[in-house]
């Protein structure tokens, strides 16, 4: 798969964005398990142009999540253009822009997926982007509104004319947020209606599923989301089975809290204990999915107070369910 001059490995699988949860560190944590294609938290123009400290700090790029995108969001043609240019003094390999995100503080201010609505506005949207920067600027959007106006093809054509380099759809409608099913029809048929690469994304959690996917859209390239929470080494095991057809199983649980210390860590280093072992207590609800005792660890995760604790609790684990 080519972005404007980008060449990703398509039988590969990216992380896709997710506010909250795909920062720094999990983006490398990811990235040394196989992930090819990386992108940031969405990050709002509005606060990019006011230059808002918070804003820029979720677009801090390393070196070790290359390729990498920032992902802007905001229903203003020329704020989107001008925050487009602030990303720039991140140096992102990409620019994209957010046109699916369906929670109800961003689609209620006609952000996200409330783009879909107004495909006029959304093109106009992406050509100012693309006009603004000198690098691919590419979009994600979702299957449309609801059930009744399924919109995509159009909204990745006129992406298209307006100069994107690639679309990635989210095989659900708003009206849905993340209830199943995945619609992998409308996702081919985006694919067959567009010269640009399609990227799919929803419901990927395993290379099985990835390989479904690929098979029943005709996708150029895989994000995965939820699939990777608590989960990094996902990307492992999709690249192995698109690759060689080999499964590969879940690591024991053991190494499990290994990497959760390590990504926590990872956090603490990055934003500090106290902000580290708040954020911490999600990413361990994740980690211990279906381990034996899982309920009783979750009381102890969300009172989490030190980097100790957490090593205490992942050893306590590892010998439980050994």
Not at 191 to 216: F, Q, Y
Request: hydrophobic residues 40%; aromatic residues 4%.
């Amino acid at each position: 798969m080519r972005i404007g001059n980008l060449e990703i490995d398509g039988r590969t699988a990216g992380l896709a964005p997710m506010a909250g949860v795909a920062d720094m560190a999990f983006r490398e944590l990811c990235c040394e398990y196989g992930a090819t294609y990386v992108v940031s938290e969405m990050v709002s123009s509005k606060g990019l142009t006011m230059c808002d400290r918070k804003s820029k700090k979720l677009l801090v790029l390393s070196e070790r999540e290359r390729p990498a995108a920032a992902q802007i969001f905001g229903s203003d043609p020329d704020i989107m253009a001008q925050s487009a240019r602030e990303c720039l003094s991140f140096s992102p390999d990409v620019i994209d822009i957010n046109m699916g995100c369906p929670a109800p503080k961003i689609a209620g201010n006609g952000g996200g997926s409330a783009l879909l609505k107004n495909p006029v506005l959304a093109e106009k949207i992406i050509k100012a982007v693309v006009e603004a920067v000198d690098i691919p600027v590419t979009v994600k959007i979702r299957l449309g509104w609801d059930s009744e106006h399924i919109n995509a093809l159009e909204i990745a054509q006129r992406a298209q004319n307006a100069g994107a380099k690639a679309i990635t759809v989210h095989g659900r409608t708003r009206q849905q947020m993340y209830a199943p099913p995945v619609d992998t029809k409308t996702i081919a048929l985006v694919k067959r209606g567009v010269s640009i690469p399609v990227i799919a994304n929803g419901d990927v959690t395993d290379g099985l599923s990835a390989a479904r996917m690929l098979e029943e859209t005709n996708c150029d390239y895989i994000l995965v989301g939820r699939g990777a929470l608590g989960r990094p080494w996902v990307f492992s095991q999709i690249s192995a089975f698109l690759k060689h057809e080999a499964i590969l199983p879940e690591p024991p649980v053991s190494e499990r809290m290994r990497v959760m210390v390590n990504h926590i860590r990872r956090i603490c280093q990055y934003k500090g204990e106290k902000v580290g072992i708040r954020e911490a207590r999600k990413h361990a609800v994740w980690y211990i999915r279906g381990v034996r005792g899982a309920a009783s660890y979750r009381q102890r995760v969300g009172a989490l107070s030190s980097i100790e604790e957490l090593e205490e609790l992942a050893f306590k684990i590892s010998a439980e369910n050994s």
